[in-house]
């Protein structure tokens, strides 16, 4: 089969097309053809061992010395079941499923295997497969912070990096639990966030934004770029602040994605994706996201529909 090998940490060349053998599912696994993948930040990180400097032997030493055990990278996926172990009784061939690997990762590839109690779950019934593969990272990295900083009981949110693949589905699911939106983002990205639910739209390249701003229930940086000083601020008596940055990694947990499930049919969410590269152009899709600016999801293509019928 085909798939992107990391052959060392670096710049997006060190990412190669290769051919590798077919993964063989355990008894407690999913073997999925893979329709649709993503360049998000686990990918791009690992790739270029984009880390803190006292942080960069001890990953080494977990992940792999001159380049990752596992070669084959994307935290998130979206396929078809085409077989499966003999303990799993959850899921069947044929289904439409789409997944967070995390430190897995495996997306990267035309198959892979998964366990079928992990992050797994049926894809929304509406979901095209590059909708679907939006979904996972951003949706359950939003949950898992929004509920840190209280969202069913928050009135004010203020959202920093709220164009981004983790902002535009936090602006989404704050909004869903009734909040009042203020998105920090570019003003080129104003269109699409206000369309997302945002309330209030400021710009963080005009001089003097954070003045703007006001003191809110919630505050969380989806972009991990703030300083937490400033961004402290704004948070009100009483109120939380959290960032995707230095506090703590998101849960991998199924049920959210049972819940994105419902929050994507009932229409309450939608997938921002940025564009779509085909897994042969792989390099120039992380090129892309390293050079900083895009728009909610960029989106690999693994297999297309004339390549169904044959391997």
């Known amino acids: 089969m085909k798939a992107v090998i990391c052959t060392a940490y670096g710049p997006p060349d060190v990412l190669e097309l290769h051919e590798v053998d077919e993964p063989v599912p355990k008894t407690d696994e999913l073997l999925i053809r893979v329709h649709a993948t993503a360049v998000h930040s686990g990918d791009r990180r690992l790739r270029a061992l984009d880390v803190p400097t006292a942080g960069k032997l001890p990953m080494l030493i977990a992940v792999g010395l001159k380049a990752p055990r596992q070669p084959i990278l994307g935290v998130v996926l979206a396929g078809e079941v085409v077989e499966t172990g003999t303990r799993v009784n959850t899921f069947k061939a044929g289904d439409r499923v789409y997944a967070l690997t995390g430190m897995r990762f495996g997306g990267y590839a035309a198959y892979a295997c ?93 001089e003097g934004y954070d003045s703007r701003l006001l003191t809110y229930d919630a505050v969380f940086d989806a972009a991990g770029k703030i300083d937490k000083r400033i961004a402290r601020k704004h948070v009100r008596a009483g109120g939380k602040f959290r960032s995707v940055a230095g506090q703590g990694v998101s849960s991998e947990r199924k049920d959210d994605l049972t819940f994105l499930n419902e929050l994507f049919d009932k229409g309450h969410i939608k997938a921002v994706i940025d564009s779509i590269y085909p897994i042969e152009e792989i390099v120039s899709a992380h090129r892309y996201v390293d050079a900083g600016g895009k728009v909610g999801n960029v989106i690999v293509s693994v297999v297309r529909p004339n390549e169904l019928t044959s391997d």
């Open 114 to 206: 998964i366990k079928a109690h992990k992050c797994v779950e049926h894809m929304p019934r509406h979901a095209s497969y590059e909708e679907a593969a939006s979904l996972p990272f951003g949706g359950t990295t939003a949950l898992h912070f929004l509920r840190k900083v209280n969202i069913e009981q928050a009135e004010t949110v203020l959202i920093y990096g709220a164009s981004g693949a983790v902002g535009s589905m936090a602006v989404q699911i704050a909004k869903h639990f009734g909040a009042h939106v203020t998105a920090v983002c570019q003003m080129r990205n104003f269109e699409l966030v206000k369309r997302l639910g945002a309330d209030v739209l400021i710009d963080y390249k005009t």
